[in-house]
C-alpha cells in the first residue's frame, strides 16, 4: 500500500489552487505520472528535496509531493 494515500497527495498537490480554479490533478493517473517522472529525475542525479532514510527513488518523490516541494503544472504553465 501506498503512504500516503492517492486521495491525501491529491488534497497536497491541489491546495493552492483558489475556490472556483480548476484543480491541478483530479485522478490517480496525475500523481503517478507527476512521481515517476520526478523519479526518474533522481535516478539520473538530481538531488532529493527531502531528507529519508528510504533510498528508492519513487518512495523519495512521493515524499517530495506529500511535503509540497515540488509543483505539478498544468498543461497551460508548461
Do not use: W
Not at 4 to 14: C, I, R, T
Not at 42 to 59: H, Q, R, Y
Request: aromatic letters at 2%; proline letters at 5%.
Amino acid at each position: 500500500m501506498l503512504h500516503p494515500s492517492y486521495s491525501d497527495l491529491m488534497k497536497v498537490v491541489n491546495s493552492e489552487v483558489e475556490p472556483g480554479e480548476a484543480p491541478v490533478v483530479n485522478s490517480r493517473y496525475s500523481i503517478v505520472m507527476a512521481a515517476s517522472k520526478r523519479a526518474r529525475q533522481i535516478i539520473s542525479g538530481e538531488e532529493p528535496l527531502v531528507n529519508t532514510k528510504d533510498a528508492k527513488a519513487l518512495s523519495i518523490a512521493v515524499e517530495e509531493l506529500n511535503q509540497g516541494k515540488i509543483k505539478i503544472l498544468s498543461d497551460e504553465e508548461e
